[in-house]
C-alpha cells in the first residue's frame, strides 16, 4: 500500500462513522500532514537554499515535541481504553499510532534526502556540511581541532556499561556506546553543530557533533570496534493543575514538577551506528518499548542544529547569502508611531491595527515607553505567556515601577519556557514589579495590555490585545494581528478581566470581550447558528475563520450543518484539522487552506458575514482553548478596519496560490494550481508590500498623517 493510500485509508473515516466515531480526521495524524508541509517547503527548489535549511530544522524540531507530547499523549490514551475495555477506540487509536509512526518513517528517508541534496547545493556556495571528516587533511585537521579544543575537554572518562546508568539519561540527551563494554553519556552542554572558517578562504565548513564522536571517540576507548550513539526522548507533557491557596508556593512546584520532563517514559530511542541492528532488542526490553518507536539512521541526530548554518552563514559570509535567503524584511513602523509622542491621543481618534512583522513590534514597545514615562498613567498590567529575555519592553516596565502600579500576569506552565519565566517573574520582583501567576486547571493564554490615565477627574483606560505574545523576536517571525484601542466598553472588560486573574478568579461580566471557557465556544455556536438560519431565509450567509488548528468536534459539526443549510465556510488552518472538506451531503460548502510560508502564521480570526461580527483571538478552535484555558476574543469595532479586513486581508489569503495548501475531501493536501493567465498571488508578499506602501489604496490609508507644509 503506497503512502497515500494508507493515510487516505485512514483519513476517510466513514467505517469508524459508522461505528459511531464522528467524521473527523485524528488531530495528531493531521499534525503529521503539516509537518509534511513544512518539509514540503525544505523540498521547494524555488525557495533560496538557507530557507530550505530553516525549514529542514523547522521540521526536525517539531518532530522532537511532537514525540515528547503528542505520541506521549496518543500512549496514554490507548492505555485509558484498555482500561476501560474499549475495544473499538482501542483498535482504532492503534491504527492510527501505526501509521503515524510509519508514516514518520518516511519522513525520516525524505528528510535525509533533503540533507543530500542541500548539502550538494551549499557547497557549490562554499558552504561545506562535512559528511566524510577523513575526506582530506585538511578537513581532518579541522575536526581534530574541534574536537580536542571544544569537546574532549568535557567528556568525562567512559565508565563500564550500566543499564542503571543508561536509564538515568534525561529527555533528548545521547549516550555514545564504545564496544560492548563501555558507554558515556554526552553532556547536553556540548553544543550540536560547530562551525569552522579555513584562513584566506571565502567559506566555512560545519560538523555536526554526531559525526566528530563518531569519528573520533574510539580513540578513547581500547575496545574501539564500535562506537553507537544513542539519543533518547522522553514524555514531556507537563500539563498540571496549580491548585494551591498559597501563591507564593507556585514556582517552587513547577520547578519541582519540571524534574519529570528530564525523567519520564521513554517514547523514542534514535540509534547511530554499525552495530545498532545487533543491540536493537536489548533496547527494547531496557526502555520498554515497541520496535516502532525506534529509529536507525545513518545521518545525523541533530538535523534540529541546521538553524545554526541558517543564523551563522550570513555573519561568515555577507555577500554569498545574499542569494541565499530572503532580504531582511524592512518592518514598518506605523506612522502614529514614527514620532514617538502623543500616541495615546492619537488612539483616541480612532482603533490602531498592527499587522506583525509587516508592522514593526517596536510600535507595541512605544506604546509602553510613553505610558511609562506619561506622568498621568497611574497603572501598566500586561500578560505574559512568552517573552524574549532580551525584550525590550521589560526595562521599560522595570523603570515604570519606580514611578507608578505595574502589574504583570504570568503563566508559568507555557511549555518550554516555564524555566525563563520563573526567571522573569524573579526579576521583575526585583525590580518592584507585581507579579501574579496563572491558576488553577487554566493556562493564562490571553495577549491583553491595559493603561489607566488619570485625564483630570476623569480615569481613561487604553487596551492593547494581541493574537500573539509580547514576544519582540517571535513577532518578526511570526504573523500576528492587534489593536490599539480606546474604546471604553474594551476598556472597562480589560479592567474587569485584570481584576479578577489578579485575585485568581474566572473574570466574568464582559459587554465586548468574549473569554474561554465560559463563553467564547458558545458565542462561535452562537454566530455559526445565526449564519445557518440566514441561509435558511435564503440571505447570503459565509464564515471565514483563520486558525492555527481546528480540531474541536462541537465547532466541526456546526460547521457541518452550516455548510448542509448552504453557508459558505472557508478555513485557513496552518496546522491540524479534523474537519473533512468537500463531502457531498456534508461539507460541500468548506474549503480548507493551509498556508506554510517564510513566517509561522498565527494570527487568529474569525468572520461571520450575514451578522458582520469580527473577531481576533488567541485561541485556536481546540477543546484545550476553549475549556481548558483562559484566552480572549475581542470584537473589531472600528469600521475602516474592518473593512480592510474584510475586503483586503481575508480575500488576500483565499487567494494565495503560492504557499497555498488545499485539503481535500479524501483528507490529503494539495498544493493549489495557479489559475490560468493570472500572477500567483503570494499573501505574505502582499501585505509586506502593503506596509512598505502605508496602506495605499486601502481604506487604511485615510488615516495616513499629512505631512504639514513646508
Given at each position: 500500500m503506497s503512502p497515500e493510500t494508507e493515510i487516505e485509508d485512514l483519513l476517510n473515516s466513514r467505517k469508524l462513522h459508522r461505528l459511531g466515531f464522528p467524521l473527523l480526521v485524528h488531530r495528531d495524524l493531521s499534525w503529521v500532514q503539516f509537518n509534511e508541509r513544512v518539509l514540503e517547503e525544505a523540498e521547494l527548489a524555488e525557495n533560496p537554499l538557507l530557507e530550505r535549511i530553516k525549514f529542514l530544522a523547522i521540521s526536525s524540531s517539531n518532530l522532537d515535541?511532537?514525540?515528547?507530547?503528542?505520541?506521549?499523549?496518543?500512549?496514554?490514551?490507548?492505555?485509558?481504553?484498555?482500561?476501560?475495555?474499549?475495544?473499538?477506540t482501542v483498535g482504532y487509536l492503534s491504527q492510527v499510532r501505526e501509521t503515524i509512526l510509519s508514516t514518520i518513517r518516511r519522513f525520516h528517508t525524505r528528510q535525509d534526502l533533503?540533507?543530500?541534496?542541500?548539502?550538494?547545493?551549499?557547497?557549490?556556495?562554499?558552504?561545506k556540511i562535512v559528511e566524510n571528516i577523513r575526506e582530506n587533511e585538511g578537513v581532518l585537521n579541522a575536526a581534530t581541532a574541534i574536537y580536542r579544543k571544544e569537546i574532549l575537554p568535557l567528556l568525562a572518562e567512559p565508565s563500564a556499561f550500566s543499564e542503571n546508568g543508561l536509564e538515568k539519561l534525561t529527555n533528548l540527551q545521547t549516550v555514545a556506546l564504545l564496544g560492548t563494554q563501555l558507554c558515556l553519556p554526552i553532556p547536553t552542554s556540548l553544543k550540536p553543530i560547530y562551525a569552522f572558517q579555513p584562513k584566506s578562504k571565502d567559506e566555512v565548513w560545519y560538523f555536526f557533533l554526531d559525526d566528530l564522536l563518531m569519528a573520533f571517540l574510539?580513540?578513547?576507548?581500547?575496545?574501539?570496534?564500535?562506537?553507537?550513539?544513542?539519543?533518547?526522548?522522553?514524555?514531556?507533557?507537563?500539563?498540571?493543575?496549580?491548585?494551591?491557596?498559597?501563591?507564593?508556593?507556585?514556582?517552587?512546584?513547577?520547578?519541582?514538577?519540571?524534574?519529570?520532563?528530564?525523567?519520564?517514559?521513554?517514547?523514542?530511542?534514535?540509534?547511530?551506528?554499525n552495530d545498532s541492528e545487533s543491540i536493537l532488542p536489548h533496547w527494547l526490553a531496557l526502555f520498554r518499548l515497541p520496535a516502532d518507536q525506534i529509529y536507525n539512521t545513518s545521518k545525523t541526530l541533530f538535523m534540529h542544529s541546521l538553524w545554526t548554518i541558517y543564523h551563522d552563514v550570513p555573519e561568515k559570509l555577507p555577500k554569498t547569502c545574499e542569494a541565499l535567503q530572503y532580504p531582511a524584511l524592512q518592518s514598518r513602523l506605523p506612522a502614529p508611531f514614527a514620532s514617538g509622542k502623543g500616541l495615546i491621543d492619537k488612539v483616541k481618534e480612532h482603533d490602531i491595527l498592527l499587522h506583525h512583522p509587516y508592522d514593526s513590534f517596536d510600535a507595541f514597545v512605544s506604546w509602553i515607553t510613553e505610558a511609562a514615562h506619561d506622568p498621568l498613567v497611574t497603572q501598566i498590567e500586561l500578560t505574559i505567556y512568552r517573552v524574549d529575555a532580551v525584550s525590550p519592553l521589560l526595562p521599560e516596565l522595570k523603570k515604570a515601577a519606580k514611578t507608578k502600579v505595574v502589574i504583570v500576569v504570568i503563566e508559568l506552565r507555557a511549555r518550554f519556557d516555564?524555566?525563563?519565566n520563573l526567571q522573569l517573574a524573579e526579576e521583575l520582583k526585583k525590580a518592584g514589579v507585581k507579579v501574579h501567576f496563572g491558576f488553577g486547571q487554566l493556562k493564562l493564554h490571553a495577549k491583553i495590555a491595559l493603561i489607566t490615565r488619570q485625564e483630570g477627574v476623569e480615569t481613561k483606560l487604553y487596551t492593547h490585545l494581541s493574537t500573539g505574545n509580547y514576544n519582540a523576536k517571535t513577532a518578526r517571525q511570526y504573523t500576528d494581528l492587534a489593536i490599539i484601542t480606546a474604546n471604553p466598553h474594551i476598556g472597562k472588560d480589560a479592567r474587569i478581566f485584570f481584576d479578577a486573574v489578579e485575585k485568581g478568579e474566572i473574570p466574568h461580566g464582559f459587554k465586548k470581550l468574549v473569554v474561554a471557557p465560559t463563553r467564547l465556544a458558545r458565542r462561535m455556536m452562537t454566530h455559526i447558528q445565526e449564519e445557518i438560519d440566514a441561509a435558511k431565509q435564503g440571505k447570503p450567509a459565509r464564515i471565514f475563520a483563520k486558525v492555527n488548528a481546528l480540531v474541536d468536534e462541537g465547532i466541526i459539526n456546526s460547521l457541518y450543518e452550516a455548510s448542509q443549510a448552504g453557508v459558505k465556510v472557508d478555513l485557513i488552518v496552518r496546522g491540524a484539522c479534523s474537519l473533512l472538506p468537500g463531502i457531498k451531503g456534508l461539507s460541500e460548502n468548506i474549503h480548507v487552506y493551509s498556508i506554510v510560508d517564510r513566517f509561522l502564521e498565527h494570527s487568529r480570526i474569525y468572520y461571520?458575514?450575514?451578522?458582520?461580527?469580527?473577531?481576533?483571538?488567541?485561541?485556536?478552535?481546540?477543546?484545550?482553548?476553549?475549556?481548558?484555558?483562559?484566552?480572549?476574543?475581542?470584537?473589531?469595532?472600528?469600521?475602516?478596519?474592518l473593512?480592510?479586513?474584510?475586503?483586503i486581508v481575508i480575500?488576500?489569503?483565499?487567494?494565495?496560490?503560492?504557499?497555498?495548501?488545499?485539503?481535500?475531501?479524501?483528507?490529503?493536501?494539495?498544493?493549489?494550481?495557479?489559475?490560468?493567465?493570472?500572477?500567483?498571488?503570494?499573501?505574505?508578499?502582499?501585505?509586506?508590500?502593503?506596509?512598505?506602501?502605508?496602506?495605499?489604496?486601502?481604506p487604511l490609508y485615510q488615516r495616513r498623517p499629512i505631512a504639514p507644509k513646508v
Open positions: 515535541e511532537f514525540f515528547m507530547v503528542r505520541v506521549a499523549t496518543l500512549e496514554r490514551s490507548i492505555q485509558a481504553a484498555k482500561r476501560k475495555d474499549d475495544a473499538i533533503a540533507l543530500t541534496e542541500l548539502t550538494q547545493k551549499l557547497s557549490q556556495h562554499h558552504i574510539p580513540e578513547i576507548s581500547s575496545d574501539s570496534s564500535s562506537t553507537t550513539l544513542l539519543r533518547l526522548t522522553r514524555d514531556a507533557d507537563l500539563e498540571q493543575d496549580l491548585d494551591t491557596n498559597d501563591p507564593e508556593s507556585i514556582p517552587d512546584m513547577i520547578r519541582t514538577r519540571l524534574s519529570t520532563r528530564e525523567r519520564g517514559r521513554a517514547i523514542r530511542l534514535q540509534i547511530r551506528g516555564e524555566l525563563n461571520f458575514g450575514n451578522s458582520n461580527h469580527m473577531y481576533f483571538s488567541s485561541a485556536d478552535w481546540m477543546p484545550r482553548n476553549l475549556f481548558r484555558r483562559l484566552e480572549v476574543a475581542f470584537p473589531i469595532l472600528d469600521p475602516l478596519i473593512e480592510y479586513l474584510k475586503d480575500p488576500a489569503y483565499l487567494s494565495d496560490r503560492a504557499k497555498s495548501r488545499e485539503l481535500t475531501s479524501k483528507g490529503v493536501w494539495e498544493l493549489r494550481a495557479p489559475l490560468k493567465d493570472c500572477p500567483r498571488l503570494r499573501s505574505q508578499v502582499l501585505f509586506r508590500e502593503l506596509a512598505l506602501r502605508e496602506y495605499h489604496g486601502t
